[in-house]
């Protein structure tokens, strides 16, 4: 009875902290000036934590294949920072994020596989 067990224990302590929930920071300023567009052009209505979150979100969960690194980092890493919300420049809207591999909730879905150890973005805001 214990060998069969054993595995099945095992296997729950390990995938435990791979699949926990998504942990979302907000570095601060990242909703300072630039740092955080407009909703509509020509408007002032800056994103909230709450639109961006949602945001992040949808796109992590749509499911549409994507080479995009911001996309691959959102579905790999349970640590994720955001350092820019919805932003424009001569790349599109997109909100700047960074994941590092180092932290604890990301060392088991070796995020460094999917970031370069800098900031990634994700289009589409």
């Known amino acids: ?4 067990v054993l595995p099945v224990l095992l296997a729950a302590l390990l995938c435990g902290p ?5 942990e ?3 570095k601060p300023g990242w909703d300072q000036g630039d740092n955080n567009d407009l909703n509509y052009p020509g408007g002032a209505r800056p994103y909230t934590k709450k639109q961006v979150e949602t945001f992040l979100k949808g796109r992590k969960d749509s499911g549409v294949t994507d080479t995009d690194t911001g996309i691959n980092v959102l579905r790999a890493c349970n640590h994720i920072e955001i ?17 590092k591999g180092s932290h604890p909730k990301n060392q088991l ?5 999917v970031n370069q150890g800098h900031a990634v973005h994700v289009y589409g805001c």
Do not use: S
């Not at 009875?1 to 069969?4: D, E, L, Q, T, V």
């Not at 350092?83 to 994941?99: E, F, M, P, S």
């Not at 879905?109 to 596989?113: G, H, S």
């Open 1 to 4: 009875m214990m060998k069969k």
């Open 18 to 22: 791979a699949m926990a929930a998504q």
């Open 24 to 26: 979302v920071v907000f």
């Open 83 to 99: 350092q820019k919300g919805c932003h424009l420049d001569r790349d599109g809207r997109h909100v700047t994020i960074y994941a």
């Open 109 to 113: 879905l070796a995020c460094e596989k």
